[in-house]
């Protein structure tokens, strides 16, 4: 399948500091952090000033000192510190430049989790729900005796409202769900979710589970979607995916590896394409790897996008060989000759408001 759109090659490093919260030795402890990942965007095109909403987690890298059984006997340095994994939003005007106006993180840490594997709360998946006009905000939360998919709301993006957790169980033993991304069906008044399933041992390869709601509370699966890629005679499985309606076709991003563990290296970024959310025609090459330096030379990590008439805006998590992950963005061309009324899903304007004002009152 060829791509329906052109990359350009410019990579640009979002300029992110977000405040960060985790309980260390059973009290709060609040950093300032410009290492972040898994962003999901929504931009609002408005009179005068059009902004763009992020939720990201903050994954940071924290000083460790731990004993090893080899000289120097001492280990000092920084390590990923998964305590601080909670969703926070960010605003922007520009989408490079992202600024807090809320209180971070806006879903409490999890008082029992440990530096290296949580648990945590992760995965944040950001939608647009038009008929109530509203933003749900989907993500892991594993960590204080939950561990379910869960859903909170917001009118303004500034105050959110727990939904509580959903019926999807995101551990269970030695398998997980990852990545929860949601679309919502107008037409059908039905909320889609996509979650990638996979053994932590490697034992099965991942593949996707697909879900339907009419709430976003209470979800029934609606069946298991296989999807890989051969590349060099290396077969590819899902990791980390997004998901967003364009016009009448679904596009799904997945960072990408060879499935024996979950997050093992490389991870490249894959595109894909549907119209019923079960039969996916893939581009057989990635869209995006590594760099060969700066702040994404060691893995692809997780991607979404923004559909604006012909423009097309990836934001992405890139991982550097320090073990650093940030937030970058690389800007497209759609390739269609008929690409002035296409938007994303994510993409709102605010005649979609009147819209469907307009449908309830007739």
Known sequence: MDLPFLLGEERIPCDIKVRAMAYILGRPRYIITNEVVHASVLKFIMKPHSFLVMALTPYPRTLVIRPKL????IFYGKSLDARYENPSI????????????????????????????????????????????KAYLFFNNWGNGFKNVRLMASKDFINWLDMGQTNIEVVNAD????????????????????????????????????????????????????????????RLYPWHITLRNIGDEYWLLASMNRGEKPAQLPLYLFFFKSQD?????????????????????????????????????????????????KI??????????????????NCISEADYEEFRKARIS
């Open 328 to 345: 970058g963005l690389v800007k497209g061309k759609l390739l269609k000759t008929s690409c002035r009324e296409l938007r994303s899903s």
């Open 175 to 234: 398998e997980i769900r990852a990545s929860p991304t949601v679309t919502y069906n107008e037409d059908e008044k039905k909320y889609y979710m996509l979650l990638v399933h996979a053994d932590l041992n490697g034992l099965e390869k991942p593949f996707i589970e697909l879900f339907r709601s009419d709430n976003g509370l209470y979800w029934v699966k609606s069946g298991e979607i296989e999807i890989s890629i051969d590349i060099g005679g290396s």
């Open 90 to 133: 960010l605003f922007s005007n520009d989408g490079i430049h992202w600024t807090e106006k809320t209180q971070n993180p806006i879903f409490p840490p999890s008082k029992d989790a440990v530096r290296g594997g949580g648990p945590h709360n992760y995965d944040p998946n950001l939608i647009w729900n038009p008929r109530e006009e």
């Open 70 to 73: 080899k000289p120097p006997f």
């Open 277 to 325: 959310l079960v039969n996916w025609k893939a581009h057989d090459k990635p869209i995006l790897i590594p760099s060969s330096k700066g702040f994404d030379d060691t893995a692809i990590y997780h991607g979404d996008l923004i559909v604006e008439e012909c423009d097309l805006y990836l934001y992405y998590s890139g991982l550097s060989r320090s073990y650093s992950y």
